[in-house]
T-cell receptor
């Protein structure tokens, strides 16, 4: 069974700090990796996708993928209170179009 | 681009009635749409995968006669909760698959169902 693991948190960081969110997955043939942000009472919103090893940067967000170690992370630089949300990691194998979601990590950015 | 709408955003109904929720991909064609439900402070739970022109594939434990799914076109899927009961109260979220190289899911805004 494919598993995607995330620490449920909450992860609490001060405003302006770097928030680091981690995700590990069990399926070695996973090929596509996604980070979604979900505010309380709202639906998930796609933040980043990453497909190859290394870093991918988009504004204040950086996704990092290490397939050998089977983990993907999301760094948020200069964290703002508006970044406070639950961050969902999703992983998809090449042979499937259905991603597996982690349970999410709650992030709290305090002023 | 890649906008998914859902209607209604919120519905309150009496026990025993049926409720239909629509999911539309507004600016792309989605051969596959997904239906999730989410209870407060809980994770997403995939209910079913909806493919245009064919029967939906339901996850284990999801009653197909209870949750009717129709994917009549490449931009529209509907979920009907039949004979709703208070335990069906939840946040229902659809997503649409944008294929191609990225093969990414985009979520609708969700429908909050309250059954009295």
């Amino acid at each position: 069974q494919k598993e995607v693991e995330q620490n449920s948190g909450p992860l609490s960081v001060p405003e302006g700090a770097i928030a680091s969110l981690n995700c590990t997955y069990s399926d070695r043939v996973s090929q596509s990796f996604f980070w979604y942000r979900q505010y309380s009472g709202k639906s998930p919103e796609l933040i980043m996708s990453i497909y190859s090893n290394g870093d991918k940067e988009d504004g204040r967000f950086t996704a990092q993928l290490n397939k050998a170690s089977q983990y993907v992370s999301l760094l948020i630089r200069d964290s703002q209170p508006s970044d406070s949300a639950t961050y969902l990691c999703a992983v998809k194998s090449g042979g499937s179009y259905i991603p597996t979601f982690g349970r999410g990590t709650s992030l709290i950015v305090h002023p | 681009g890649a906008v998914v709408s859902q209607h209604p955003s919120r519905v309150i109904c009496k026990s025993g009635t049926s409720v239909k929720i629509e999911c539309r991909s507004l600016d792309f064609q989605a051969t596959t749409m997904f239906w999730y439900r989410q209870f407060p402070k809980k994770s997403l739970m995939l209910m079913a995968t909806s493919n245009e022109g064919s029967k939906a594939t339901y996850e284990q434990g999801v009653e197909k006669d209870k949750f009717l799914i129709n994917h009549a076109s490449l931009t529209l899927s509907t979920l009907t909760v039949t004979s709703a009961h208070p335990e069906d109260s939840s946040f229902y979220i659809c997503s649409a698959r944008l294929g191609g190289d990225t093969d990414t899911q985009y979520f609708g805004p969700g429908t909050r169902l309250t059954v009295l």
